[in-house]
């Protein structure tokens, strides 16, 4: 079972940045894509960037966060710039594998508020 575990949280002004980190305990992370997600209160769930062959971005973030993998570390990271308050929601890690079916596996969520 592979554990994601997310860090980088927190409550940051408009126009502030946060970085995002999320790290597995298995290195079969390191063959798989990666992504962030993100979900506002009553909101879906709904993806930020993935990482795969290269770096894909929503049209709401491109050009201000940024996704990073650090094999070595088994981490992927989220540089997040220029925040806004519609960006506030739980950001979630992701890793889709395959087993017989693809699974999914999810960090428990990292807090971000941006508010003024």
């Known amino acids: 079972q592979v554990q994601l575990v997310e860090s980088g949280g927190g409550l940051v002004q408009p126009g502030g940045s946060l970085r995002l980190s999320c790290t597995a305990s298995?290195?079969?992370?390191?063959?798989?894509?990666m992504a962030w997600y993100r979900q506002a209160p009553g909101k879906q769930r709904a993806l930020v960037a993935e990482?795969?062959?290269?770096?894909n971005y929503s049209d709401s973030v491109r050009g201000r966060f940024t996704i990073s993998r650090d094999i070595s570390k088994m981490t992927v990271y989220l540089q997040m710039n220029n925040l806004k308050p519609e960006d506030t929601a739980v950001y979630y890690c992701n890793l889709r594998t395959w087993s017989d079916r693809w699974v999914d596996y999810w960090g428990q969520g990292t807090q971000v508020i941006v508010s003024a």
């Open positions: 298995d290195d079969i992370a390191i063959i798989y894509p």
């Open positions: 990482i795969s062959d290269r770096a």
